[in-house]
């Protein structure tokens, strides 16, 4: 029987399931989405029907529909041999991936008030998984893990020391499984090896984060206690001045209100005032509708801003990686956030710019450019799908 690896991802809302085989191709995956409200539903990947699902359904209701789902079809033929789960936050107990267990679970819940949209999901997802799959060995990857060797420099805000020491007030940023693929990929596509590559990575999504790599380590990033922090996101600020906190308190504005504003009606889609989908407001910009044209010159400002930020962790640089829905596939979001980065040396290749994906290398630099400048599709899965296997063959008796 070949080995099969399963990869789960729950998002807050959101439950993705992909099934890989032995060599790590990935055979199937489906997506559940709007857990928790009216209209949840899901869809295997690469076809048309919708799963439907009980209105408010589960993160677990999800799971077990779609592992069903997958069972019936043929998908999944026989149980996987290795389960590995994205977790959001590792806190600094985590520096790499573990195998779980119930001391595991209990520190992942112990992280939970750091990232509490996040980690009850994860955990939730991996005990529907446990209840389904109990004889294989599951394996936890987190978002922080990758970030765990950032200096104290770059980890540290300026505030009371007590408040690290004691309550672990600190930056861990996120994405790092994205982040280490990019990284990765970069050096084979540049013929080097990781521990000699050093890049800055920018994953743009809905999320958006960006990461200073040198020779293969992290060592400065944009998000920080929280994914709320560093570049304009899909509906989060990213950074503001904490003052506002106390300026809207004037204004009557609670603290939790500014909390939940900041996390889902800014970003891209506060200051448009219509959608969070960068797609979307390229076409609305497009049309001459100003908020639009602004949101998307704020987010290129603010990347570009970033940019420079993350050379001050940086001896040389190999190459500026750009991935995530937005950094694969906006060539106009890529223009206009290099366009911010001439002084440095930064150049595009219009006609590179304008048709990656026709060129396997990803580059898409001028050849005037001080620095390469790569599109890397990213594939969290993949990294996850590696680790479960890799922790899952290290577990298992000799
Ligand atoms: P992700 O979270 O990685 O799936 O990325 C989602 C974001 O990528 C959304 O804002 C999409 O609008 C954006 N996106 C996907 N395709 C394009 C495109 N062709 N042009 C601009 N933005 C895109």
Known sequence: MEDTVLVVNCGS?????????GQHRKQASALAERLGQ?????????????????????????LNTLVKVFRDQGLMASTPTAIGHRVVHGGETFREAVLLDDDVMDAI???????????????SGIRATLAQFPEVPQTAVFD?????????????????????????IRRYGFHGTSHAFMAAEAARLLGKTPATTSV?????????????????????????LTPLEGLVMGTRSGDVDPGLFDFLRSKGVAADEVHRVLNHESGLLGLSGQTNDMRSLCELADHGHEPSQTAIDVFCFRLAR????????????????????????????????INHLKLMGFELSPDLNNHHGEFSD???????????????????????????????????PG
């Open 109 to 123: 819940e112990d992280c939970a008030g750091l990232a509490p949209l996040h980690n009850p999901v994860n955990l």
């Open 38 to 62: 009216n209209d949840a539903f899901a869809r295997v990947e690469g076809q048309e029907e919708i799963i439907p699902l009980d209105p408010g359904a589960s993160h677990d209701q999800a």
């Open 200 to 224: 800055i990575s920018a994953h743009l999504g809905n999320g958006c984060s960006i990461t200073a790599i040198r020779d293969g380590i992290s060592v400065d990033t944009s998000m920080g």
């Open 144 to 168: 922080t893990a990758f970030h765990q060797t950032l200096p104290k420099k770059a980890f540290l805000y300026a505030l009371p020391e007590a408040w690290y020491r004691e309550w672990g």
């Open 306 to 337: 970033y940019v420079g930020a993350m050379m001050a962790s940086l001896s040389n640089l190999d190459a500026l990686v750009l991935t995530g829905g937005i950094g694969e596939n906006s060539a106009r979001i890529r223009a206009e956030t």
């Open 13 to 21: 809302s959101s439950l993705k399931l992909a099934l890989f085989d």
């Open 362 to 396: 990803g580059r898409i630099e001028s050849p005037d450019s001080r620095f390469p400048v790569l599109v890397i599709p990213t594939n969290e899965e993949l990294v996850i799908a590696r680790e479960a296997s890799r922790i899952a063959g290290s577990a298992a």
